[in-house]
């Protein structure tokens, strides 16, 4: 598990998730290709695997001073939505 102090995370505006920088290298890991989700006390889930190549940062990440609510994990809210219907 690693704690992302608050300057190592930040959300683009227009974005709902968060970009990480990568504690390791310092890559800001923008792109997202994993379903991500984040609860509300910013634990992000599955875990975080860096998408520098050369690195080799993969672990449980909580964002410390979260206060965006909680992110549902992709496949989650395409579920949740369609049980909600019209
Ligand atoms: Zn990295």
Redesign the pocket.
């Known amino acids: 598990m690693t704690l992302l102090k608050r300057d190592s995370w930040y959300v683009i505006s227009g974005q709902t998730k968060p970009v990480i920088i ?6 800001d ?1 923008l792109g997202d290709p994993a379903p991500h989700g984040v609860r509300l006390d910013g634990m992000i889930y599955n875990s975080v695997i ?3 190549p050369k ?3 993969h672990d449980f990440v909580t964002l410390e001073g979260w206060d965006r609510g909680e992110i549902l994990h992709r496949s989650m809210a395409s579920s949740a939505s369609a049980g909600d219907g019209e």
């Not at 990568?22 to 890559?27: D, V």
């Open positions: 990568c504690p390791l290298c310092g890559k890991n860096c998408e520098n690195c080799t940062f």
